[in-house]
């Protein structure tokens, strides 16, 4: 999701600012984009408030080294691309003003506004009332934006940079948690985080805010009309040791005719309330406890959310009794092993019309095992046993068995057995025959080909051939791998003895995971990175293998640097069986300038960079390069309909070898009626625009989509896909959708 971090601290400050780089840091790494505007200076205790008749300006800053107040300050913003923050001479909520509406348009709209971590905890309603954090959060609620204040309550006044990256992990954590399960009513939440080493390991606790009030007297104290000010920012460090510590304030006074004022409240209030409450965000927060108080705009707090939050759930777990559920309501228990996939899904649960959710995080909160539930989660996690004794009201995001597809292997297997029966079949021109093989050890290469005709020819007539441009290059596949792993070109078998002979070899010497020794020979150098793992993939576990004709050329784009892509295509397959192509692709480019290997044999070893169109071989350097929307290649000089027609292409192609697999494979692809499942299936374009498939992948890698497509294309694919197959399931009509065209529908007798 797109994130407005604002806070009252200013920039990074080890005196003043000591948290906000930390999450802004952790929030990125969780794959949320993070926009970040605080005011230039420490603008605590101002509340809600606006500088009438002040013209605010910006300044550019760009910070440094984490917990280290090397960050630097511009004028004018930075022309280059790095990270760059907006400070405003302004106050909290007016930072969160002009950044909802004035900056970072570009990023697309903003989903949630976090107003913090505050240098100090903002529990009772003293601090409430005052809190600039608060206050950043509450002028997001009142744009209509949903809204988070994040307040660190310290014991000590060291930085423990350790206790810091904890408390960033597990704010993060909760603030997903709660932007995912957002309730009507709640306008904004205070979170408060007791920044301790064992915090991760406390219970987190709905709240309410403690109505406190001073009793003391004035909260100014007196000072002689010349004293000079003091920095704002060192003032703040030492009210918030006052109140944070366990020592009472004594307020100096100087009586004088004329006087000054100093902010110097007297914590002593607010400790013995927050004591003697014995419960409230004040008390719970003095317990060790992180608290989470949902407030509306007006500073008061909803009362009826109690009771301890799980992490490890999706959902907010009450201590409420919870009411009878209505017949209709759809349970949907939604763990999707991807953060960047789980808003998605919960998004497009939400979006279904005349379908009331709600979303669970057990199995068990089921009041009743008949009631409707739907699961999107992890393959492991799926209560396959529930779904097969309710298989009218269990709906899975999965089927339980589908190797027939997802294995290499099994799918060249599905293949050749429906062109056994069915030779005119669409699939004999656009997917390359395979040679399946098993092999333990290199030195049985030989018995492992014994009958693979197809290939020991080919290798045959290479021999004979005196140039290189003509010979027949092969693709080597292990047939369960993923991610491209293992993938190599050969042209003889002397080169493919040699490839496992190089993994062997790699292995006896892989006596410790970091060895730098332990680098195959020959490899490009991307793909090194993981060679340790992919050699033990390889060696230890993968016995399979496959070997095709290698599919040269292919068609090259010159806008793209004449590199060699592949189109990832995204498929519903939805009960027994109906299957969906979903119209937005994309287009994955090879890190390189696609080169034959006809042409490049005698300058040594391949160059995979030019051949793999994975992105995970690629660093982030080309990674950024490397994805864009089929719809909208650029392609100078081709046909006009040539991308409608690979479409075309993509749809008869896919629709075909999912009925291969329920036909002729039926104990490896077994569909369900209350199953569905998404899968990434590959192709490639030649030079002559002809498709041929590559593989279909179970639980594809999303996140490669990247940030700028996440909801148009991922967001978009989800909400089709609770459209067709989970809105019909229970009992409500299918909507038409010209982005995820039917491609199949079969009847398989299951019901």
């Given at each position: 999701?797109?994130?407005?971090?604002?806070?009252?601290?200013?920039?990074?400050?080890?005196?003043?600012?000591?948290?906000?780089?930390?999450?802004?840091?952790?929030?990125?790494?969780?794959?949320?984009?993070?926009?970040?505007?605080?005011?230039?200076?420490?603008?605590?205790?101002?509340?809600?408030?606006?500088?009438?008749?002040?013209?605010?300006?910006?300044?550019?800053?760009?910070?440094?080294?984490?917990?280290?107040?090397?960050?630097?300050?511009?004028?004018?913003?930075?022309?280059?691309?790095?990270?760059?923050?907006?400070?405003?001479?302004?106050?909290?909520?007016?930072?969160?003003?002009?950044?909802?509406?004035?900056?970072?348009?570009?990023?697309?709209?903003?989903?949630?506004?976090?107003?913090?971590?505050?240098?100090?905890?903002?529990?009772?309603?003293?601090?409430?009332?005052?809190?600039?954090?608060?206050?950043?959060?509450?002028?997001?609620?009142?744009?209509?934006?949903?809204?988070?204040?994040?307040?660190?309550?310290?014991?000590?006044?060291?930085?423990?940079?350790?206790?810091?990256?904890?408390?960033?992990?597990?704010?993060?954590?909760?603030?997903?948690?709660?932007?995912?399960?957002?309730?009507?009513?709640?306008?904004?939440?205070?979170?408060?985080?007791?920044?301790?080493?064992?915090?991760?390991?406390?219970?987190?606790?709905?709240?309410?805010?403690?109505?406190?009030?001073?009793?003391?007297?004035?909260?100014?104290?007196?000072?002689?009309?010349?004293?000079?000010?003091?920095?704002?920012?060192?003032?703040?460090?030492?009210?918030?040791?006052?109140?944070?510590?366990?020592?009472?304030?004594?307020?100096?006074?100087?009586?004088?005719?004329?006087?000054?004022?100093?902010?110097?409240?007297?914590?002593?209030?607010?400790?013995?309330?927050?004591?003697?409450?014995?419960?409230?965000?004040?008390?719970?927060?003095?317990?060790?406890?992180?608290?989470?108080?949902?407030?509306?705009?007006?500073?008061?707090?909803?009362?009826?959310?109690?009771?301890?939050?799980?992490?490890?759930?999706?959902?907010?777990?009450?201590?409420?009794?919870?009411?009878?559920?209505?017949?209709?309501?759809?349970?949907?228990?939604?763990?999707?092993?991807?953060?960047?996939?789980?808003?998605?899904?919960?998004?497009?649960?939400?979006?279904?019309?005349?379908?009331?959710?709600?979303?669970?995080?057990?199995?068990?909160?089921?009041?009743?095992?008949?009631?409707?539930?739907?699961?999107?989660?992890?393959?492991?996690?799926?209560?396959?046993?529930?779904?097969?004794?309710?298989?009218?009201?269990?709906?899975?995001?999965?089927?339980?068995?589908?190797?027939?597809?997802?294995?290499?292997?099994?799918?060249?297997?599905?293949?050749?057995?429906?062109?056994?029966?069915?030779?005119?079949?669409?699939?004999?021109q656009h997917f390359r025959p395979c040679v399946h093989f098993e092999l333990d050890y290199a030195e049985f290469l030989d018995e492992s080909l014994v009958d693979?005709?197809?290939?020991?020819?080919?290798?045959?007539?290479?021999?004979?051939?005196?140039?290189?441009?003509?010979?027949?290059?092969?693709?080597?596949?292990?047939?369960?791998?993923?991610?491209?792993?293992?993938?190599?070109?050969?042209?003889?078998?002397?080169?493919?003895?040699?490839?496992?002979?190089?993994?062997?070899?790699?292995?006896?010497?892989?006596?410790?995971?970091?060895?730098?020794?332990?680098?195959?020979?020959?490899?490009?150098?991307?793909?090194?990175?993981?060679?340790?793992?992919?050699?033990?993939?390889?060696?230890?576990?993968?016995?399979?293998?496959?070997?095709?004709?290698?599919?040269?050329?292919?068609?090259?784009?010159?806008?793209?640097g004449n590199r060699k892509f592949h189109i990832r295509a995204y498929v519903l397959a939805a009960g027994a069986l109906e299957v969906y192509v979903y119209r937005?692709?994309?287009?994955?480019?090879?890190?390189?300038?696609?080169?034959?290997?006809?042409?490049?044999?005698?300058?040594?070893?391949?160059?995979?960079?030019?051949?793999?169109?994975?992105?995970?071989?690629?660093?982030?350097?080309?990674?950024?390069?490397?994805?864009?929307?089929?719809?909208?290649?650029?392609?100078?000089?081709?046909?006009?309909?040539?991308?409608?027609?690979?479409?075309?292409?993509?749809?008869?192609?896919?629709?075909?070898?999912?009925?291969?697999?329920?036909?002729?494979?039926?104990?490896?692809?077994?569909?369900?009626?209350?199953?569905?499942?998404?899968?990434?299936?590959?192709?490639?374009?030649?030079?002559?625009?002809?498709?041929?498939?590559?593989?279909?992948?179970?639980?594809?890698?999303?996140?490669?989509?990247?940030?700028?497509?996440q909801d148009a294309v991922v967001g978009g694919l989800f909400r089709e896909v609770t459209a067709a197959a989970v809105s019909p399931f229970f009992g409500h009509?299918?909507?038409?959708?010209?982005?995820?065209?039917?491609?199949?529908?079969?009847?398989?007798?299951?019901?």
């Amino acid at each position: 999701m797109h994130i407005l971090v604002v806070n009252d601290d200013g920039p990074p400050s080890n005196a003043s600012s000591p948290y906000v780089h930390s999450l802004v840091d952790t929030l990125k790494k969780a794959g949320h984009t993070v926009s970040v505007i605080l005011p230039h200076v420490q603008r605590s205790w101002i509340g809600k408030a606006h500088m009438v008749g002040q013209t605010l300006t910006p300044t550019y800053f760009r910070p440094g080294t984490l917990h280290e107040d090397d960050g630097v300050t511009s004028e004018r913003p930075f022309k280059d691309d790095g990270e760059q923050w907006i400070l405003i001479d302004g106050t909290p909520a007016s930072c969160t003003q002009i950044g909802l509406h004035h900056f970072f348009q570009d990023k697309g709209p903003i989903d949630l506004v976090l107003s913090g971590p505050n240098y100090g905890r903002n529990t009772t309603a003293v601090f409430a009332l005052s809190s600039g954090t608060i206050g950043g959060a509450m002028e997001g609620a009142m744009n209509g934006k949903k809204s988070i204040a994040l307040s660190y309550a310290f014991d000590s006044r060291e930085h423990d940079p350790e206790i810091i990256a904890t408390a960033s992990k597990l704010s993060t954590k909760l603030v997903e948690k709660l932007f995912s399960e957002w309730p009507n009513d709640v306008q904004l939440y205070s979170i408060n985080v007791p920044l301790r080493k064992d915090v991760e390991n406390k219970k987190i606790v709905f709240t309410e805010m403690l109505q406190n009030r001073w009793v003391s007297g004035s909260s100014f104290e007196e000072l002689p009309a010349e004293a000079d000010d003091h920095d704002p920012n060192v003032e703040e460090q030492n009210i918030r040791e006052r109140g944070e510590g366990d020592s009472d304030a004594k307020a100096t006074v100087t009586r004088t005719v004329h006087r000054r004022f100093k902010w110097s409240p007297n914590f002593a209030d607010v400790r013995k309330s927050v004591s003697d409450a014995g419960r409230g965000d004040g008390w719970e927060v003095l317990q060790g406890n992180i608290t989470v108080t949902p407030l509306v705009a007006n500073f008061w707090h909803l009362p009826h959310y109690t009771g301890e939050i799980k992490l490890e759930d999706k959902t907010l777990s009450l201590a409420n009794p919870q009411p009878t559920q209505d017949s209709s309501t759809l349970h949907a228990l939604i763990d999707y092993p991807d953060a960047y996939v789980q808003p998605l899904i919960l998004d497009a649960l939400r979006s279904l019309k005349g379908i009331p959710v709600k979303f669970i995080s057990s199995m068990g909160e089921l009041l009743d095992p008949a009631d409707h539930v739907v699961q999107i989660t992890a393959y492991e996690s799926l209560d396959f046993e529930h779904a097969l004794q309710y298989p009218k009201t269990s709906q899975v995001g999965a089927y339980v068995i589908r190797k027939a597809l997802i294995r290499k292997h099994y799918l060249s297997n599905t293949v050749s057995t429906w062109l056994v029966k069915h030779p005119d079949s669409i699939l004999t021109q656009h997917f390359r025959p395979c040679v399946h093989f098993e092999l333990d050890y290199a030195e049985f290469l030989d018995e492992s080909l014994v009958d693979a005709w197809d290939l020991n020819e080919s290798m045959a007539e290479n021999e004979q051939k005196e140039s290189s441009e003509q010979k027949q290059w092969w693709i080597l596949k292990p047939g369960m791998s993923d991610g491209g792993n293992g993938i190599r070109l050969f042209s003889s078998l002397e080169e493919l003895q040699a490839i496992f002979e190089e993994w062997e070899g790699a292995e006896s010497d892989n006596d410790t995971e970091d060895d730098p020794e332990n680098q195959v020979p020959g490899l490009a150098a991307q793909d090194k990175e993981d060679t340790s793992d992919e050699v033990n993939a390889m060696t230890s576990q993968l016995r399979h293998f496959i070997a095709q004709p290698y599919i040269d050329p292919p068609l090259l784009l010159e806008a793209y640097g004449n590199r060699k892509f592949h189109i990832r295509a995204y498929v519903l397959a939805a009960g027994a069986l109906e299957v969906y192509v979903y119209r937005e692709m994309l287009a994955l480019f090879a890190a390189k300038t696609y080169q034959s290997p006809r042409h490049n044999e005698e300058s040594g070893a391949l160059d995979l960079a030019q051949h793999l169109t994975n992105t995970c071989f690629q660093d982030e350097a080309t990674k950024g390069s490397s994805v864009y929307p089929f719809w909208s290649l650029e392609s100078p000089g081709i046909r006009a309909d040539w991308k409608d027609d690979i479409f075309q292409q993509i749809c008869a192609v896919t629709g075909e070898v999912f009925e291969a697999a329920a036909r002729e494979q039926m104990v490896h692809f077994q569909a369900i009626p209350n199953g569905f499942e998404i899968f990434g299936v590959d192709f490639l374009v030649d030079a002559n625009a002809k498709v041929w498939l590559l593989e279909l992948n179970a639980f594809p890698d999303f996140k490669q989509t990247g940030l700028e497509l996440q909801d148009a294309v991922v967001g978009g694919l989800f909400r089709e896909v609770t459209a067709a197959a989970v809105s019909p399931f229970f009992g409500h009509a299918e909507s038409q959708s010209t982005q995820m065209p039917l491609v199949r529908s079969l009847n398989l007798g299951r019901g």
